[in-house]
């Protein structure tokens, strides 16, 4: 079973737009949660990771915005460009193994 | 991340052979994963090893078997392939002592089983 619920499966946003990513989990025991970008014919990389300690962290234009007592998650990509069309991934884990959403294909317009 | 090597990139076999997907790493890292990925499915884990003699299954183990050789090296194995194994297969790395199991995936071994 999905231990964690991605939405949506697709995104279209204009060049400068603010696409919004969310996932949610019902394992209490997660405490690690990264976000991985993969382009086609790649391997996903990391591109951002929270800790339930805080509930933001920026890196750059990437944001995430995390709700411990919601136990959802989300990822936000201020003045978004063509570049960061790609797959998106939200992950949980409890220090043993990653539980990965679906999967968000973002596509960018110019 | 050519840290992080697969071979082969493309696999193109028969229902009922046998085939072995490797994997290779030059970052010493300890934790080494198997997963694939499936359009609309996102990534399933199917084995993982923390050491050369720790290894664990994931979601979806039946199928498959695995073999950490050495630190560096990693193999997934279909013992016999059935189409529905046709998938994308990544492996990944990390390190326990980064504090975040930060994973570091290789390029990935397309595999059609016709």
């Known amino acids: 079973q999905q231990q964690v619920k991605q939405s949506p499966q697709s995104l279209i946003v204009q060049k400068g737009g603010i696409p919004i990513i969310n996932c949610a989990y019902e394992?209490?025991?997660?405490?690690?949660f990264p976000w991985y970008q993969q382009f086609p014919g790649k391997g996903p990389a990391l591109l951002i990771a929270?800790?339930?300690?805080?509930s933001e962290k920026k890196e750059g234009r990437f944001t995430i915005s995390f709700n411990k007592s919601a136990k959802q998650f989300s990822l936000h990509i201020m003045d978004s460009q063509p570049g960061d069309s790609a797959t998106y991934f939200c992950?949980?884990?409890?220090?043993?193994?990653?539980?990965f959403g679906k999967g968000t294909s973002l596509l960018v317009t110019p | 991340d050519a840290d992080v090597t697969q071979t082969p990139r493309n696999r193109i076999t028969k229902t009922g052979k046998r085939i072995m997907l490797e994997c290779s790493q030059t970052?010493?890292?300890?934790?080494m994963y198997w997963y694939r990925q499936d359009p609309g499915l996102g990534l399933r884990l199917i084995y993982y090893?923390?050491?050369?003699?720790?290894?664990n299954k994931g979601e979806i183990s039946d199928g498959y078997s695995v073999s950490r050789q050495a630190q560096a090296k990693f193999s997934l194995s279909l013992e016999s392939a059935i189409p529905n194994q046709t998938a994308l297969y990544f492996c990944?790395?990390?390190?326990?002592?980064?504090?975040?199991?930060?994973?570091?995936f290789g390029p990935g071994t397309r595999l059609t089983v016709l």
């Open positions: 090893s923390f050491d050369v003699k720790d290894i």
């Open positions: 394992n209490t025991a997660f405490d690690y």
């Open positions: 992950a949980a884990s409890s220090g043993y193994a990653l539980n």
């Open positions: 929270i800790r339930p300690d805080v």
């Open positions: 990944a790395t990390s390190d326990r002592t980064s504090g975040l199991d930060t994973q570091y």
């Open positions: 970052k010493g890292h300890d934790r």
